[in-house]
């Protein structure tokens, strides 16, 4: 779920050299001031940083590791000296799939969950909590990537966090024998566990950071938008949640997450692929075998389950009841999160291809969805390519909730390209899949490979204004920021209100009721 630019690499290059740093410390840090802060597993020393106390590398919880692989997340076992948290923890066992991705990690390990927190350093108290998820298809990524950074949020008064959790094969297997031992009957959407034990360590001890626990937003992007609906949904975690921030992303798309009885047919086929016969086998496994297999090509792909136990339904079904976490929601997706060509192929963009694109597609329903996708084929082409692979899903998400949640729901289309690059390549054509995280965070500055312009600084500190006035208070709105209407409780129905996210932010009636009307016809509401 991640889209690679030719300018990953330099990026990747530039950035593994900015943070080439001696252990224990950091671009701009102020080395000597150590702050302290008692956890319930023990004391931490951070960092002071920019402005900012970093404490980087915190255990949430047990490595899950020999036996406690495949297993919920378990206590962390309590530590007597002072535990210097100024790097961050390994990133979690995945393949490197996605080229824009770059780590700060200490490393790869199973050993991996651990969480990083930047808070403000005049402290204070009941500050708002914002916890990101990152994304990477739910099979890649890690807290300690540049653009999910937590400083810049932290110097608009806010606790904020980035957190590991398992992937893949590692987060996402399911079972017959992992099922029969489980208390819960249940096997799979380990990585879901991690974020809920996550958040209940946060509930245990923001307020050691000046957070207020009773004022815990969570947010993420692609995979971590995936995330975040999900643990609106599951009981695990809804209780402990006071909004929801989504970037791209949903668990309610065209595809129905699978049932446990289907995915533990695929991990039936992937022991089977590993030559493991029982659950002790595959535990004995080397995880750089496991990681290994679960690239080939042949390899099931590990995901979301409705478990019965994260998910006791498949989440439409818990938004359609009205059984999420009530709180207020701010989601979203970006123009070009799909490409034309992924809908037309090679071929020009004219009507003839299109047509016979969308009979491949439809069958007997092409018509419908030519009519759902009217105008300019290249547009239209784009538009059907995004809701495919992720607008429609979002799209659901906020119809739902504004129908059931009882909150507001603030919707955004983000339409911003970036930039040229220093090196001279010209701008995106469109705002593409993920490009919006470092505007919306503030961390224009942690990616090296742009000539960010006066007006992405621009759109960067508006965006990052609307998400920080929502973290703190439900709502985006506030000083000179364009207004942003909330949804009502009809829903995100054709004329309802949708902020263009742009240079000059504007909010306008939706125009793409018909788009979602023909979607809804396949997966029901």
């Given amino acids: 779920m991640r889209r690679c630019t030719p300018f990953a690499l330099p990026f990747l290059a530039a950035t593994l050299m900015a943070h080439a740093l001696p252990a224990g410390a950091a671009a701009g840090s102020a080395t000597h001031a150590h702050p302290r802060v008692k956890v319930d597993a023990g004391t931490l020393e951070g960092r002071l940083e920019d402005g900012v106390r970093a404490f980087k590398g915190i255990p949430y919880a047990a490595p899950p590791v020999g036996a406690l692989r495949w297993k919920a997340p378990q206590p ?8 210097q948290a100024a790097g961050f923890g390994p990133r979690c066992m995945q393949l490197p799939l996605y080229a824009d991705m770059v780590f700060r990690s200490d490393g790869m390990n199973e050993d991996c969950l651990y969480l990083n927190v930047w808070a403000p350093a005049a402290g204070g108290a009941k500050l708002p909590v914002l916890v990101y998820f990152y994304g990477g298809g739910l099979q890649t990524g890690d807290g ?31 079972h017959p024998a992992l099922t029969a031992e489980s208390p819960h009957k249940a096997s799979g959407n380990y990585g879901l566990m991690d974020q809920a034990a996550a958040l209940d360590w946060v509930r245990r001890n923001i307020a050691a950071f000046g957070g207020d626990p009773a004022r815990i937003t969570i947010a993420g992007e692609s995979a971590g938008s995936y995330s975040v609906s999900v643990q609106m949904a599951s009981p695990l975690a809804r209780h402990l949640i006071a909004g929801a921030i989504g970037e791209s992303g949903a668990t309610m798309g065209l595809t129905a997450p699978p049932t446990l009885a289907e995915a533990e047919r695929h991990g039936q086929a992937f022991a089977a692929q590993v030559g493991a016969t029982s659950l002790e086998q595959l ?109 429609f899903g979002t799209w659901r998400w906020i119809d739902l909730h504004a129908r059931t949640g009882g909150k507001p729901v603030y919707r955004y289309y983000y339409t911003h390209p970036r930039p040229a690059t220093k090196a001279g390549a010209p701008a995106d054509s469109g705002a593409h899949h993920s490009v919006e995280i470092e505007y919306a965070l503030g961390n224009l500055d942690g990616n090296p490979v742009y000539a960010w312009t006066p007006e992405d600084r621009t759109l960067s500190h508006r965006m990052q204004a609307y998400f920080a006035n929502f973290i703190k208070t439900g709502n985006p709105n506030g000083g000179d920021l364009p207004r942003w209407p909330a949804l009502d409780a009809r829903g995100a129905i054709d004329g309802s209100p949708v902020m263009v996210l742009d240079t000059a932010p504007r909010a306008v009636e939706a125009g793409d009721a018909a788009h979602h009307a023909f979607h809804l016809e396949s997966v029901g509401r």
């Fill in 144 to 174: 300690s990537e540049p653009r999910y950074d937590g400083a810049a949020m932290a110097r608009q008064g806010i606790v904020a966090l980035t957190v590991n959790y398992r992937v893949g094969a590692f987060g996402f297997l399911a």
């Fill in 76 to 83: 962390v076992a309590p530590w007597q000296a002072v535990r």
């Fill in 283 to 391: 535990r004995a496994l080397p995880a750089g075998a496991l990681l290994d297999a679960s690239g080939k090509k042949d390899a099931p792909r590990f995901a979301v389950i409705v478990d019965g136990h994260v998910l006791p339904q498949a989440p439409a079904a818990i938004y359609a009841a009205g059984e999420q976490a009530k709180v207020p929601l701010l989601a979203g997706w970006n123009s070009e999160e799909g490409s034309a060509q992924s809908i037309l192929g090679d071929g020009p963009a004219t009507e003839e291809n299109f047509t016979a694109a969308l009979a491949r597609l439809y069958g007997e329903r092409a018509a419908a969805a030519r009519r759902a996708y009217a105008g300019d084929i290249g547009t239209a082409a784009r538009e059907l390519a995004s809701d495919r692979f992720i607008g």
